[in-house]
Structures are given as C-alpha cells and as structure tokens.
C-alpha cells in the first residue's frame, strides 16, 4: 500500500514525520524538549504550534501570521482543515477559556458530568473535600471475602471505569483530587465497599466544585510561581 490507514501506530508516526517536515519548510524549529512542539520568531514575536497526533493549536500575537500558516497548512493538507478561532477553545477534551488578558482558564465540566451519568449510584449531597482522614485505611482483602464485602463483578467493572475517568481529569485540570485518585487506582483489582465509599467522596466533592477552573496567568516570564493549598499536603 502507498497510503497509511488512519489508527495504525505506523500511521501516526508517518504523518509526525510528515508534519515535521512541513513546518521546517516555513521556518520552524522543533523544540529541544518536547518533540510536539515548533517554534518560529515572526516580527520579533514567538509563534507556537503544539499538537497531539493531527490536532494543532498554533498561537501568535498577530491573527494575520497565523492566517498565513493556515493557508500554507490548507495547501499541503487540502482546504478542509477544520479552524477554530476565538477566546473559547475544546482542545482535547480540555475546555481553554482565553477571555481574560494574560489569563487561560482551564476546565472539564462536560466530562465529569459524564462520570456522573455513568455512576450507578445517586451521589447525593456535596462534600467539603476529596478524602477523609481514613483514606489510606484498608480492609484487609481476606477479611473483606469472609464478610462479603468485597464488591461483585458488575460494581467492581463500575469502580474501575469511574477511576479511569477520574484519572483522566486529575492529571489535566482537578489537581485537587490527585492524591485520593492515586489511591482508588491501586484499588481496582481487587474492591470492597470501604473504596466504593471513598470513590463516591471524591464524586461528591467534585459536584460540589464542578464549576472550579484550574487557572494560569503569567505577568513575568522570568519567574514561575506555583500555589499548593497546604492541606491537602497532609
């Protein structure tokens, strides 16, 4: 064959390779550290393009310079590219809110609302936090099989694909709820209804906050400043 079929892992490749290519012919130079990364300086202004497989989001002070590497991209990849333009961006999966200068808030209330619909259980009023004290307390497994307590194959798919789920959002934009996230992931072979209980406070906690934003603003690019909320270091 002379053409590569979409989702075949060579495809992929073919195509980076491809684009790669592409950009190096209108002056871009791949960055050091991240090989999904190009840089160009236009007018004394960087120009960025960042992609995951073929989604691009290509960045630049000026519309009319991005406009020219739309067209230069149309010509090698045919005119029905699909744009995106403005302040309100779902870049995978990711909602970007650029409307405040300086300022891109980050959020992903389409998908946990997803997680809720896929819960088979009512999740109920709100929680103040992600975990209790008791989060790293565990039943022990023969213990929880003697009391039946462990959960049945159905639930125990369902607390699976609900930690899966969590753990997409917990590595993008819910920080908050990583360190109860990573506990719920070491247990998923084998559950029992303590970390049921636990899944559901972290449910709880995100319906409570389904509205949070993790927000990134930069003033001076010469300094970089991180905030962690003390408590949920203990």
């Given at each position: 064959?002379?053409?590569a079929?979409?989702g075949?892992?060579?495809s992929?490749?073919?195509?980076y390779l491809?684009?790669?290519?592409?950009?190096h012919?209108f002056?871009f130079?791949?960055n050091?550290y991240?090989p999904?990364?190009?840089n160009?300086?236009?007018?004394?202004?960087?120009?960025?393009?960042?992609w995951?497989?073929?989604?691009?989001?290509i960045s630049?002070?000026?519309?009319?310079e991005?406009?020219k590497?739309?067209?230069?991209?149309?010509?090698k990849?045919?005119?029905?590219l699909v744009?995106h333009?403005?302040d309100?961006?779902?870049?995978?999966?990711?909602?970007h809110?650029?409307?405040?200068?300086g300022v891109?808030?980050?959020s992903?209330?389409k998908h946990?609302?997803?997680?809720f619909?896929?819960?088979?259980?009512e999740i109920?009023?709100s929680?103040?936090?992600?975990?209790?004290?008791?989060?790293?307390?565990?039943?022990d497994p023969?213990e929880?099989k003697?009391?039946?307590?462990l959960?049945d194959?159905q639930r125990?798919?369902?607390f699976?694909?609900?930690v899966?789920q969590?753990l997409?959002v917990?590595?993008?934009?819910?920080r908050?709820?990583q360190t109860?996230?990573?506990?719920l992931?070491?247990?998923?072979k084998?559950?029992?209804?303590?970390?049921?209980?636990?899944?559901k406070?972290v449910l709880?906690?995100?319906?409570?906050?389904l509205h949070?934003?993790?927000?990134l603003?930069?003033d001076?690019?010469?300094?970089i400043?991180w905030w962690v909320?003390?408590?949920?270091?203990t």
């Amino acid at each position: 064959m002379r053409k590569a079929m979409y989702g075949l892992l060579r495809s992929a490749l073919l195509f980076y390779l491809r684009l790669v290519k592409d950009l190096h012919e209108f002056g871009f130079e791949l960055n050091p550290y991240d090989p999904c990364v190009a840089n160009k300086i236009v007018d004394g202004t960087q120009m960025t393009v960042v992609w995951h497989v073929d989604d691009l989001k290509i960045s630049h002070k000026k519309k009319s310079e991005i406009d020219k590497l739309l067209t230069y991209l149309k010509s090698k990849y045919g005119q029905g590219l699909v744009v995106h333009e403005g302040d309100l961006h779902d870049y995978l999966g990711v909602d970007h809110d650029y409307s405040e200068k300086g300022v891109v808030k980050l959020s992903m209330i389409k998908h946990i609302d997803r997680i809720f619909k896929d819960f088979p259980d009512e999740i109920g009023k709100s929680a103040a936090t992600p975990a209790a004290d008791h989060l790293f307390q565990v039943r022990d497994p023969e213990e929880a099989k003697r009391d039946g307590k462990l959960l049945d194959i159905q639930r125990k798919k369902d607390f699976h694909h609900s930690v899966a789920q969590l753990l997409f959002v917990s590595t993008r934009v819910r920080r908050d709820i990583q360190t109860a996230v990573a506990f719920l992931t070491t247990r998923v072979k084998r559950p029992d209804e303590d970390d049921w209980g636990k899944l559901k406070r972290v449910l709880k906690y995100l319906k409570g906050t389904l509205h949070m934003k993790l927000v990134l603003s930069v003033d001076e690019l010469g300094i970089i400043r991180w905030w962690v909320d003390a408590s949920y270091c203990t």
